[in-house]
């Protein structure tokens, strides 16, 4: 091989080496432009997700405070009504009490109203007042007293009555409050 070729040969090695760097480098820094390209993208849905999630956790907050603010009413109301239900649970025993009270002192008796009808069918008057006339007069009615005992049950069982009535008012106002 003569010189001439030689240099020829060694010219387009060079030449083929100098471009396959110069293209290497040039491809380098285009993916190193992509890249930066790419961060850029990522680094903006990164921004964007996490204010994303924290308009989210802001509204959980907001909807938190308002259903935390809504129980604490609630709890509120419940317990001034219990306060209520227990006063009047505590205003019927003391009622109840006072009246076995004055049962148990003979301050007061019980009497029924007895069917003047049905007395004087029998025909006897069994010491019993007589009725008070067409004008219908409670206080001249037949009335009959009561065995004390027996009174006594009787107002239990109105005192009974009393609680589970009071007892009821409270669980329907306890409904109504939840279901608000």
């Given at each position: 091989m003569s010189l001439g070729a030689r240099w020829v040969l060694f010219s387009l090695l060079f030449g083929a080496t100098v471009g396959a760097r110069l293209a290497w480098l040039w491809q380098a820094d285009e993916l190193k432009k992509q890249e930066a390209g790419y961060e850029?993208?990522?680094a903006r849905k990164d921004l964007a997700h996490s204010r994303e999630r924290e308009?989210?956790?802001s509204v959980a907050l907001d909807q938190l405070e308002l259903q935390q603010a809504a129980r604490r009413d609630l709890e509120d109301r419940l317990q001034v009504q219990d306060k209520t239900h227990w006063k009047e649970?505590?205003?019927a025993q003391q009622a109840q009490?006072?009246?076995r009270d004055r049962l148990a002192t003979a301050d007061l008796r019980l009497s029924v109203l007895v069917d003047a009808g049905a007395v004087a069918a029998q025909g006897c008057n069994g010491g019993v007042r007589a009725s008070a006339g067409t004008g219908g007069v409670v206080?001249?009615?037949?009335?009959?007293q009561l065995d004390p005992a027996?009174?006594?049950r009787i107002v239990a069982i109105?005192?009974?009555g009393d609680r589970a009535v009071i007892a009821l008012k409270a669980c329907q106002a306890y409904v109504r409050e939840v279901t608000q």
């Open positions: 850029r993208q990522l308009a989210a956790a649970m505590n205003d009490a006072r009246l206080d001249g009615a037949l009335r009959a027996h009174a006594r109105t005192d009974e």
